[in-house]
């Protein structure tokens, strides 16, 4: 059951706040916005052009179901806006759509996620976008519009068609109204209804060629989402094509594992294996002999075989067994005391934190039950191995998460050898007639 927490004065809040679906609005065949204010009347704090909200949505038949969504609007102190695409096989999206009408109440986490527009941004940037991954940039063109109008931004969204495309006569309003906001629109496969240079500006798909002579290619950062053959096109075309790695930034709707499959080495994570089920044990005719709890424990935490990693409430390591140390090269001493950054690559630390602060302010984790987070981790020496972990909370009295316990597992040498296989097969496949 969600736990209503207090609200400041400036809009923030930890855990859950209701809010309540306050409009409705049609955006194209496919996609609905919902406008969402706070049942307390109290002001909401302004997200970060591109965060995510995490939802506690009251399905009948399913329970609590948890999901996040992008923050479609510019900040504001008022509402946030989600723009949601009816899936037909999403319990989510489709309870959204024929369910939340107009008054339904809703648990909703604080804005989190690190794919933002920084505050500081001065190199142009190009806001490319397939399908729905245009809500991301729907608040950052808005928000540079409002607060930005001096950035150089460049809209590029592509669809199929004038059913599916949302947003198109507030985004060609929003750049004819500013020198410096440039919009393009490409339909894939235009109807006879849809006019171009009205409705869409491009026929056909977005194309590396296209970007490279109509956006500022060589010196622009680039925010990529979409759909997986989307993201897959665009962050290797992109790096293949000269632009520096730091400078392809992305948000995809999916599983992460998938993309990995695409280009493991630009993304830091690694896909996670299936584990198959073992045989079941023959016990002994009188019963398993009895154990204490507290052997069993301590057994594993001093077992050099996986790493158990316990950090309390603000990240930092209050234990750190032998196989943490095996693992990671830090003795006990040099790790305990120290933040979780010490195994965290630099480029992953914001995306770890902000899930580390949902976990701890929702106390729900999705590695809590049995799922596996495959990513990269830094030893002491500096070297790079691939990591795959569950969690668990620790709560106080109150209720309240004290703490967390990872148990790590080094998959390095599987990651390799899985990627010199995908590297093979693709050799394979290229060179078939």
């Not at 990995?260 to 044990?281: H, K, N, R, T, Y």
């Not at 603000?314 to 830090?330: C, H, K, M, S, T």
């Not at 987070?373 to 790079?384: C, E």
């Not at 972990?389 to 599987?414: K, L, N, S, Y």
């Given at each position: ?9 400036n ?7 209701t809010?309540v ?17 706070p ?8 997200h ?15 329970g ?15 509402f ?12 989510a ?14 648990p ?9 527009l ?12 397939g399908?729905?991954?245009l809500?991301?940039?729907l ?20 669809t ?20 410096n ?6 339909y ?27 956006t ?19 962050i290797?075309?992109?790096v ?59 057994t ?14 603000e990240?930092?390591?209050?234990l ?8 990671f ?20 630390r914001?995306?770890h934190?902000s899930?580390y ?5 929702t ?6 039950a049995?799922?596996?987070?495959s990513?990269?981790a830094i ?7 691939s ?6 909370m620790?709560?106080?009295?109150a ?9 790590m597992?080094?998959?390095t ?21």
């Amino acid at each position: 059951m969600a736990v209503e927490n207090a609200t400041s004065q400036n809009g923030n809040w930890e855990g859950w706040r209701t809010f309540v679906v306050n409009e409705r609005r049609k955006e194209s065949e496919v996609l609905t916005s919902f406008i969402l204010r706070p049942k307390d009347g109290g002001p909401v704090a302004p997200h970060r052009p591109g965060q995510y909200l995490t939802f506690l949505f009251p399905i009948p038949d399913a329970g609590e179901t948890k999901r996040t969504y992008t923050i479609s609007c510019a900040p504001n102190a008022g509402f946030y806006r989600i723009s949601v695409k009816r899936e037909p096989l999403g319990t989510a999206s489709r309870w959204l759509h024929d369910k939340a009408v107009e008054g339904t109440e809703i648990p909703v986490a604080a804005p989190a996620g690190d794919f933002v527009l920084p505050t500081g941004q001065k190199r142009p940037v190009v806001l490319l976008s397939g399908g729905v991954g245009l809500t991301p940039m729907l608040s950052m063109f808005d928000t540079i519009a409002t607060s930005r109008p001096d950035l150089d931004a460049h809209y590029v969204h592509g669809t199929i068609d004038g059913t599916t495309h949302a947003f198109g006569p507030h985004i060609r309003e929003t750049a004819a109204a500013h020198a410096n906001l440039h919009a393009a629109v490409f339909y894939s496969d235009p109807r006879p209804a849809d006019i171009e240079g009205q409705a869409f500006d491009q026929r056909g798909f977005i194309t590396l060629d296209w970007l490279r002579a109509n956006t500022p290619f060589t010196d622009a950062d680039f925010f990529v989402c979409g759909p997986l053959p989307f993201m897959r096109a665009f962050i290797t075309g992109l790096v293949d094509a000269g632009v520096p790695r730091e400078r392809v930034h992305y948000e995809f709707f999916g599983s992460v594992e998938d993309l990995v499959a695409a280009w493991p080495e630009a993304l830091d994570f690694a896909p996670a294996d299936s584990v198959s089920d073992a045989s079941p044990p023959q016990w002994a005719p009188n019963g398993p002999a009895q154990i204490a709890q507290e052997k069993i424990g301590q057994t594993i935490l001093q077992s050099q075989a996986d790493a158990v990693v316990v950090s309390d409430r603000e990240g930092y390591i209050v234990l750190w067994n032998p196989g943490a140390e095996r693992i990671f090269g830090f003795t006990e001493a040099e790790a305990v005391g120290q933040s979780l950054d010490l195994m965290i690559p630099e480029s992953l630390r914001g995306r770890h934190w902000s899930g580390y602060r949902e976990t701890v302010s929702t106390k729900q984790s999705r590695y809590g039950a049995g799922d596996l987070l495959s990513v990269p981790a830094i030893r002491k020496d500096g070297s790079r191995i691939s990591v795959e972990f569950t969690i668990a909370m620790m709560m106080d009295e109150a209720g309240e998460v004290e703490g967390m316990v990872a148990i790590m597992r080094d998959i390095t040498p599987r990651f390799e050898e899985l990627k010199t296989l995908r590297k093979k097969v693709a050799a394979l496949e290229g060179s078939a007639v």
